[in-house]
């Protein structure tokens, strides 16, 4: 039985691979790397889990005991079946995450590979409202455009991830990704990940990491805009996950009157910022601030067009956010659009 | 007045809880380590997430210096299972962070062994 009444694209979802799960997709030597010699993924988090389980929320452990995210039947039942979603847009838990990793880009660019394939045979192959992320090791920019190449005309593929981490994507090294995305009608997500915030080490209190996460989603979108990657690309759209939604009229005032100021610095933008990013940015919804019925709508009117926002879950992570809860009460149309038809409209694969 | 039994006093151990139904709502029984009962919604205040699939725990306290942790109340605090939040029990479910909110509650009593809520 449903729970909700209306249509719901889910923009991050995160499913788990174990690595056993991995192995079989995974080429040699990579695979002996992770049998024999025991390799796992340096990971850094300094402090407590922040919640009950860890990072996930409690009753989504399986009823095997594995993590959230992990089972597709359990996921079905728990969150798709349960609360009827039209489609769900996997991002991985990130875990191993070859994106973020800092070195040994080879075994990165393998374990993208094994990611992807796993991704497609054991989850958008086995329920048709999922749809899904291409992962590449984007620190080796060719290795990653040839992984690309070769999934990205997935029909189920509806973007390129990126970690939000030390590098910043808008750089012109990075842009023949950009070009291969564009061919391929894949978006780009960002997602932040375990590294820091800030670039160099973590604050002394997750409280404080956690708080300051939409300060890295701000960093990439600044980046991106004033590199000129949506005028170069003007096919390509970006959508920042997990990163809230409250800086956005922020930003854009920001940037919009620094571009006045500065505009002679960055010639190659043809738009201001703020119609760059109405035009070309998504941001989803999760993790929400508890907002009044009337702080909402002031913030979306304060961006100046409701179509940016899109709704997430981040199941199955602690601070997920339910689509009956999570959000005020709003007005039915524009209710639709968060919901459902500002995702269906940013990605070109997803049906309408 | 309605009251219904819950449960048996055998069936949680001192800092446990379980779910229970008190007519057709989802409510959550604790233990508490002094063995005594409590009974709440079993529903967080935030986003409704089902208090019984998070933990009986303790807490760190205000009074603590930048710095200092105080570890107690334990056996006395709900943490939700989704957002950590916690909930004294103690206290009439009031949430630490925010005492004027609180989980709705409901009477408890025993009686030969029974657990028996009431409103």
């Known amino acids: 039985m449903t729970t909700n009444q209306f249509a719901i694209v889910d923009t991050d979802i995160h499913e788990r691979v174990q690595y056993k799960d991995i192995l079989k997709y995974l080429d040699e030597p990579f695979r002996h790397y992770i049998t024999n010699c025991h390799w796992i993924q340096e990971k850094h988090m300094p402090y407590t889990q922040p919640a009950v389980a860890g990072v996930d929320r409690a009753d989504a452990i399986t009823p095997d005991g594995r993590p959230g995210g992990s089972d597709l039947a359990f996921m079905q039942k728990q969150l798709l079946d349960d609360i009827g979603h039209e489609y769900g847009i996997l991002t991985s838990a990130l875990d191993p995450s070859p994106s973020s990793m800092h070195g040994w880009y080879e075994m990165a660019t393998a374990l993208a590979s094994a990611y992807n394939d796993w991704q497609i045979e054991e989850w958008l192959d086995k329920d048709d409202r999922l749809y899904g992320s291409v992962h590449i090791a984007a620190q080796d920019r060719d290795a990653a455009i040839k992984e690309i190449e070769r999934v990205g005309s997935h029909p189920k593929m509806v973007q390129v991830l990126l970690p939000i981490d030390d590098i910043m994507w808008g750089d012109p090294f990075y842009h023949p990704i950009f070009e291969a995305c564009e061919k391929h009608q894949l978006m780009i997500g960002m997602h932040h990940n375990e590294p820091p915030v800030y670039y160099g080490k973590w604050p002394r209190y997750f409280i404080e990491w956690h708080t300051l996460i939409p300060t890295a989603h701000m960093k990439q979108v600044t980046n991106m805009i004033f590199n000129g990657v949506f005028d170069k690309f003007p096919k390509l759209g970006l959508i920042m996950i997990e990163g809230g939604f409250t800086w956005v009229p922020h930003l854009m005032w920001k940037m919009d009157q620094q571009y006045r100021d500065l505009r002679h610095e960055v010639p190659w933008l043809k738009r201001k910022p703020s119609d760059i990013f109405k035009q070309q940015i998504k941001v989803t919804t999760q993790p929400a601030e508890e907002l009044t019925k009337q702080e909402f709508a002031s913030l979306v009117e304060q961006m100046g067009t409701d179509e940016i926002l899109c709704f997430s879950t981040d199941y199955p992570h602690w601070d997920y956010d339910s689509p009956t809860r999570a959000l005020p009460k709003m007005d039915p149309e524009l209710k639709k659009k968060i919901f459902a038809e500002n995702a269906k409209a940013f990605y070109p694969k997803l049906p309408k | ?119």
């Open chain 2, 1 to 119: 007045m309605k009251e219904q039994i819950v449960c048996k006093t055998s069936d949680l151990e001192p800092g446990q809880m379980k779910a229970s139904l008190f007519g057709k709502q989802s409510v959550v029984i604790c233990r508490t380590l002094d063995g005594e009962f409590y009974a709440f919604l079993n529903q967080c205040t935030h986003q409704g997430a089902p208090l019984d699939k998070g933990m009986i725990c303790g807490a760190t306290t205000e009074e603590s210096q930048p710095g200092e942790y105080h570890y107690c109340r334990k056996g006395e605090i709900i943490r939700c299972p989704w957002h950590g939040r916690e909930f004294d029990i103690k206290n009439e479910g009031r949430m630490l962070a925010n005492p004027n909110k609180k989980l709705p509650n409901y009477n408890v009593k025993i009686e030969n062994d029974h657990v028996i809520i009431y409103k």
